[in-house]
């Protein structure tokens, strides 16, 4: 999977099982109502918009780094992958994304006979 950074974008954490390609981006302070996944040939993009909040009266921060307001992040799935079975789940500021791999792609093991 090769990806496209663009400025101010979550971390993400990319892994692969036997089974699937799992992506995970550190999102804090958002809702899942705020991020829109798509799917475009083979790019898998996943934005989030969310409208900037009022500071509180008085506070000024020194450092603001986990503040989101808006993003993209475009992910480019391997011929490998089932676009067809993609999963998104948001919990506790991380969004997991799950794409499932083609039957064929899955490893086979099996034992061979000496002759």
Not at 67 to 90: G, H, V, W
Request: charge should be neutral; hydrophobic fraction near 35%.
């Amino acid at each position: 999977m090769s990806d496209k950074l663009a400025s101010r974008v979550p971390a993400v954490n990319i892994a692969e099982t036997e089974n699937e390609f799992q992506i995970e981006l550190a999102a804090p302070g958002l809702k899942k109502e705020d991020f829109k996944i798509s799917l475009d040939k083979n790019v898998l993009s996943v934005s989030a918009d969310k409208k900037v909040e009022n500071v509180e009266e008085g506070k000024k921060f020194s450092k603001r780094e986990y503040s989101y307001n808006s993003f993209t992040r475009s992910f480019t799935l391997p011929e490998t992958a089932d676009q067809s079975k993609i999963e998104a789940e948001y919990n506790d500021g991380i969004l997991k994304l799950n794409v499932a791999k083609k039957e064929e792609a899955k490893v086979q093991s099996r034992e061979i006979s000496v002759k």
